[in-house]
Nanobody, 124 residues
């Protein structure tokens, strides 16, 4: 089972950038599509971006398209989320997770092995 640890969150002004990292332990990281999700106070957790096990296929929520980029380095067991042009509406705890079924594209909505999350706060 993959264990995940997110990092890179923090406080940033509107218009700024952050890069989140999600480090995975275990030998099966490269077999699984990965996703980033977020949960704002008082709201349900929502999908942000996914990347297939190979890194070839990515998908984004409409509200981050053109601003966020998901990528992965399987040799480092790490997935990233580059976030640019941040707005206060992006304030949330960001989580990474692994798609349960191996060798997927990340579109199954069946994710597990959730990390503990990293807080992103964007000030206006």
């Amino acid at each position: 089972q993959v264990q995940l640890v997110e990092s890179g969150g923090g406080l940033v002004q509107a218009g700024g950038s952050l890069r989140l990292s999600c480090a995975a332990s275990g030998r099966t990281f490269s077999m699984h599509a990965m996703g980033w999700f977020r949960q704002a106070p008082g709201k349900e957790r929502e999908f942000v971006a996914t990347i297939s096990w190979s890194g070839v296929t990515t998908d984004y929520a409409d509200f981050v398209k053109g601003r966020f980029t998901i990528s992965r380095e399987n040799a480092k067991n790490t997935v990233y989320l580059q976030m640019n042009n941040l707005t206060p509406e992006d304030t949330a705890v960001y989580y990474c997770a692994a798609e349960v079924v191996p060798y997927g594209l990340g579109n199954s909505q069946d994710f597990g092995s959730w990390g503990q999350g990293t807080q992103v706060t964007v000030s206006s």
